[in-house]
C-alpha cells in the first residue's frame, strides 16, 4: 500500500514559467515532508521541507505548501530554470517502531524545464 | 567535502555471488540508511541504523544484512545474489533520526546481477 503518492511521472514545462509538483499521502502520522531533486547517477539530494504545523514554507525560488486536511503537498518552482530539470522525490517522516523516524518515499515525478 | 561515499559504484554479479556494498560518512551522523531504487519505483529502504551499535529492517530487507561497523561505516551484504536483486543501492546519513532531519545520500552503487 502506497503511503506517498506521486501522481505524475513527468511534467515539462517552459524556462520562467511556474512548476507545480503535486504529492498525496495516506497516513495521518507522518509530521514532516521533505523534498528531494535527482539529477541522473547522482544520489538524491535534500531541497526543502516542512513541519506538519505549519502550511507554507519557502526557500528561494522553491515554496513548498501543505494542505492537512486533504493530505496533499506540492512544490511550487518559480521561475523554473533548465538546470532544475531531475527527477522530484516527495518523502514523509514518521515514526516506526519506538523513536526512530524513517522516510517514505513517493515514486517521484521527471521534470523537464524547456528553454 | 566528501560526504557519503559509496563503493563500489558499479558491479556485475553472477546469481548466487555473494557482495558487500560500502558506505561511509564524514558528517559525524548518527543515522545511516540503505535504500534500492528500481524503475519506476520510488527509493525504498532497506535496512537502517539509528544509532552505532544498532540497526533495524526497513521495507524490504529479504536477502539482506548490513553491518554498522562504526560511526562512519554501514556496510550491506548480498549473501546469495539474485536477479531480482539488480537495482541501484543508495546509502544515506543524517544527524540523527528525528523528524525532518534531511538525509545526506550518496551517489549510487549500480548492481547487476545475472
Known amino acids: 500500500d502506497q503511503q506517498v503518492k506521486q501522481n505524475s511521472p513527468s511534467l515539462s514545462v517552459q524556462e520562467g514559467r511556474i512548476s507545480i509538483l503535486n504529492c498525496d499521502y495516506t497516513n495521518s502520522m507522518f509530521d514532516y515532508f521533505l523534498w528531494y531533486k535527482k539529477y541522473p547517477a547522482e544520489g538524491p539530494t535534500f531541497l526543502i521541507s516542512?513541519?506538519?504545523?505549519?502550511d507554507k514554507n519557502e526557500d528561494g525560488r522553491f515554496t513548498v505548501f501543505l494542505n492537512k486536511s486533504a493530505k496533499h503537498l506540492s512544490l511550487h518552482i518559480v521561475p523554473s530554470q533548465p538546470g532544475d530539470s531531475a527527477v522530484y522525490f516527495c518523502a514523509a517522516s514518521g515514526k516506526s517502531g519506538g523513536s526512530n523516524y524513517k522516510l517514505t518515499f513517493g515514486k517521484g515525478t521527471l521534470l523537464t524545464v524547456n528553454p | 567535502n566528501a560526504g557519503v561515499t559509496q563503493t563500489p559504484k558499479f558491479q556485475v554479479l553472477k546469481t548466487g555471488q555473494s557482495m558487500t556494498l560500502q558506505c561511509a560518512q564524514d558528517m559525524n551522523h548518527n543515522s545511516m540508511y540503505w535504500y534500492r531504487q528500481d524503475p519506476g519505483m520510488g527509493l525504498r529502504l532497506i535496512y537502517y541504523?539509528?544509532?552505532?551499535?544498532?540497526?533495524d529492517k526497513g521495507e524490504v530487507p529479504n536477502g539482506y544484512n548490513v553491518s554498522r561497523l562504526n560511526k562512519r561505516e554501514f556496510s550491506l551484504r548480498l549473501e546469495s545474489a539474485a536477479p531480482s536483486q539488480t537495482s541501484v543501492y543508495f546509502c544515506?546519513?543524517?544527524?540523527?533520526?528525528?523528524?525532518?532531519?534531511?538525509?545526506?545520500f550518496g551517489d549510487g552503487t549500480r548492481l547487476s546481477i545475472l
Open positions: 516542512i513541519s506538519s504545523i505549519k
Open positions: 541504523s539509528a544509532s552505532e551499535g544498532t540497526t
Open positions: 544515506a546519513s543524517r544527524t540523527r533520526a528525528l523528524g525532518g532531519q534531511p538525509q545526506h
